[in-house]
């Protein structure tokens, strides 16, 4: 193929991208995601604090453009995310106990129904692990309400929305480490008392250098029969070109590995201000980061 979605294609994988629906207005950026990308992911506006700004009030204008953009294109949309100790909205951070356990429940259940159907995965729960040697929980509101908290969340959404993928989805995972061990011995353990998971998402926030063993990490948690997906994928430093080509490789080698998404377009659209970590310059040129993955492709 001669862009990244058609070559992923027929490898039977998606190539995505985080978006913005404010940016859509902007033609060069509009141009890009039309012709290279088949899936896309809400950069900001499927999160709690976007979705459910005041309690119980539901906000759809900003994730209902990004849905209606792609499904007008004929793109997969990734769901990210239904719960997550970061970017909730003011009402909910001081929240804990039954009442923010209710509220937890509530908002997948408003989130997932409102868009059933329509997602192919959900980013479900995200970042609940700590970094560090530990391989446990992270603190947060969430995990205070008892650590069971996840397998509700993921309980609840695949009543919501019974064909969508629900994955887990972290970062400092791309290698075969205490918080990946951590996760995978979590979803074992799902997989083993019937908990509804179907996916892992690896965020691949990567600078300069990416795990020997990320590709052999990506295939353990494949063995346990869950899906895998590059969910998040930016690379900053000199040897980015041949970074991107090493992980869409690692991709294309597990068989259940379904796709990668990218953090951004442009790299004036990254989160990592400065550090140019995409494919696409911020002029809209193809870098050569882009060609060495959709060579990889
Ligand atoms: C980032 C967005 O890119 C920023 O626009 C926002 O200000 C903060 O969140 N891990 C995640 C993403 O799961 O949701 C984060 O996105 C980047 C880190």
Known sequence: GTTLGASAAERGRYFGAAIAAFKLSDSTYANILNREFNSVTAENEMKWDATEPSQGNFSYT??????????????AIRGHALVWH????????????????????????????????????????????????GGGRRDSNLQRTGND?????????????????????????????????????????????????????????LSNSVSSDYQANLQRFANLGVDVQITELDISGSNQAAVYDTVTRACLAVSRCN????????????WRTGQNPLLFDSSGNKKQAYTSTLNAL
Not at 187 to 193: A, G, H, N, T
Not at 259 to 270: A, E, F, K, L, Q
Request: proline content about 2%.
């Open 149 to 205: 908290w996840i397998e509700v969340a993921f309980r609840t959404a695949r009543a919501a929305d019974p064909n969508a993928k629900l994955c887990y989805n972290d970062y400092n995972t791309d290698g075969i480490n205490a918080k990946s061990t951590g996760i995978y011995n979590m979803v074992q353990d799902f997989k083993s008392r019937g908990v509804p998971i179907d996916c892992v998402g690896f965020q691949s926030h």
């Open 86 to 133: 970061s970017q909730q909205p003011g009402w909910a951070q001081n929240m804990g106990g039954s009442a923010l356990r209710s509220a937890m429940v509530n908002h997948i259940t408003q989130v997932a129904t409102k868009y059933r159907g329509k997602i192919h995965s959900w980013d479900v729960v995200n970042e609940a692990f700590a970094d560090g040697g």
């Open 259 to 270: 796709g990668i998404t990218v953090w951004g377009i442009r790299d004036s659209d990254s």
């Open 62 to 75: 900003n994730a209902d453009r990004i849905v209606s953009h792609a499904q007008s294109r004929g793109m």
